[in-house]
């Protein structure tokens, strides 16, 4: 038999020969990574994600996958090595991506049983199907040549102690850039907000300028992992008889094909339950165009127009008042390093803020506009600054809220500082065929020129905004 033939016959020996290691396998090695670093947030059958993986179609797509790990773009992760540990974290270790590479030579499916499924500290688990659930009455589609849109769903709600909710959407993820709920009163409801609901002829009506006189915020996740929560004890929400929630959306119109109809799982205790804070500030987010400030009106760089073009009619008060509550002015505008042909304008953002409750920070998160290239969240300590949240490269896409691996406690009074770092430069617009922004990249040329911002909740508009969940206490 010649030297050839015996060094095939060994290799089928070997391949074949129980005990020996064949390399990763998909149920052992690879699922638990893309389920909990890829599929969990982002690629399952709803999710923002183009693709839902599973064995099939990470095998298809493995190639492309290997070389969005390697460059760092995937999976996304925004906040950077400043912040504190942060549970749940989707950054990849060297091991794992080696682990993907080599399935991706050879990727075996593997036994079932050899499967463990990932732990989460931040995972929803109720343990039990829902006792209620809030629903839209009727469907509901945006007028699809609107980039962004706010709406509000009045729904009725059953009294009692929340304990956990989960969002139910009605479309995919990808439709929507977050979600949540308020508890209000039956006489707000059946005051205030019945005359509005319908009004335009459209199911619910535009709540840009937000909910009035709510009793509770359900707003601890956005569009992002599990789409719930589950408070810890002793917390909840209390729901009072005779109240009303309202579901608010915002909207991806440009992205919806079919109309949606949406509400919110909830999960009630037996007793009554303890109130969690939500503590929010804002910074101010104004950013003249490069060139300067238009004294006539009619110019898109004047304020006066971007008040005027505003979606909510009372944001040119709100941004100044924001600016005006940071100690800060107008003025302060007309100093900046005005110039043509200036690719890149950097307009920074801070305000300083004591926190209202005494307690413990459980969660934190910032919101801005797809002009923002970074935020940051700081708490002064012994009279020196302590970063509890970093994004140095913003992205609207990946906006999220994240759970601290260790609560930060806190006293009334202790000062935060929120820092938002904006561009309204030539490269920095959005694109004048769609209007919109570049995801994790510049817009489609050619560009729309700048225009003033101010505060607003349109997504061209601008904004910067900290959130905290706090458990009260000593």
């Not at 290997?66 to 090595?81: F, N, Q, T, V």
């Not at 309202?246 to 109309?259: C, D, I, M, R």
Request: net charge negative.
């Amino acid at each position: 038999m010649s030297r050839s033939s015996l060094s095939i016959i060994a290799a089928i020996l070997c391949a074949c020969a129980p005990g020996l290691d064949q390399g990763p396998s998909w149920h052992k090695d690879v699922r638990p990574i893309v389920e909990s670093k890829c599929a969990r947030e982002c690629h399952h059958q709803s999710g923002v994600g183009i693709v839902s993986f599973d064995y099939e179609s990470t095998k298809a797509f493995a190639p492309l996958m290997l070389a969005k790990m390697d460059s760092g773009e995937m999976p996304p992760w925004p906040p950077g090595p400043a912040s504190v540990p942060l549970a749940d974290a989707r950054t990849l270790s060297k091991d794992q991506i080696e682990i993907f590479r080599s399935w991706t030579l050879s990727p075996i499916l593997g036994s079932p049983s050899d499967y463990k499924e990932p732990q989460y500290q931040a995972r929803f688990d109720p343990g039990r199907d829902p006792d209620f659930t809030a629903m839209m009455s009727t469907p509901y589609k945006g007028i699809q040549s609107a980039s962004d849109e706010l709406r509000c769903f009045l729904v009725p709600v059953r009294a009692g102690s929340v304990k956990a909710y989960r969002l139910r959407f009605g479309s995919p993820q990808d439709r929507y850039h977050h979600a949540g709920a308020q508890i209000v009163s039956g006489s707000v409801a059946q005051t205030v907000l019945a005359s509005l609901d319908g009004k335009d002829g459209r199911p619910g009506w535009d709540c840009g300028g937000g909910v009035p006189e709510y009793l509770a915020n359900l707003t601890h996740t956005r569009v992002g992992p599990d789409t719930g929560y589950v408070y810890p004890e002793p917390f909840g929400v209390s729901v009072p008889p005779d109240s009303w929630m309202v579901l608010n959306f915002h909207y991806q119109p440009f992205k919806q094909t079919e109309p949606d109809q949406s509400g919110m799982d909830l999960w009630y205790a037996s007793g009554p339950v303890t109130a969690m804070v939500l503590s929010s500030f804002t910074a101010p987010s104004e950013t003249p165009c490069p060139t300067g400030i238009d004294p006539d009106p009619s110019h898109a760089c004047s304020r006066e127009y971007a008040v005027a073009h505003a979606l909510v009619p009372t944001s040119g008060q709100q941004s100044k008042g924001i600016i005006d509550g940071c100690g800060q002015s107008l003025d302060d505008y007309k100093n900046l390093p005005f110039g043509p042909g200036q690719d890149h304008f950097y307009i920074t953002g801070s305000c300083i803020k004591p926190v209202t409750v005494s307690g413990n920070i459980t969660t934190v998160g910032g919101h801005a506009h797809p002009n923002t290239k970074s935020l940051r969240i700081e708490m002064e300590r012994s009279g020196s600054w302590e970063t509890i949240l970093d994004i140095p490269r913003w992205s609207w896409v990946w906006e999220s809220k994240y759970l601290l691996e260790n609560p930060i406690k806190v006293k009334a009074s202790d000062r935060m500082r929120l820092t938002c770092v904006y561009d309204n430069g030539l490269l920095a617009q959005p694109s004048a065929y769609t209007h919109e922004y570049g995801h994790d990249a510049p817009a489609i040329p050619p560009l729309d020129p700048p225009e003033y911002k101010i505060w607003d909740q349109r997504k061209n508009a601008s904004m910067c905004i900290a959130d905290f969940d706090i458990e009260p206490g000593e």
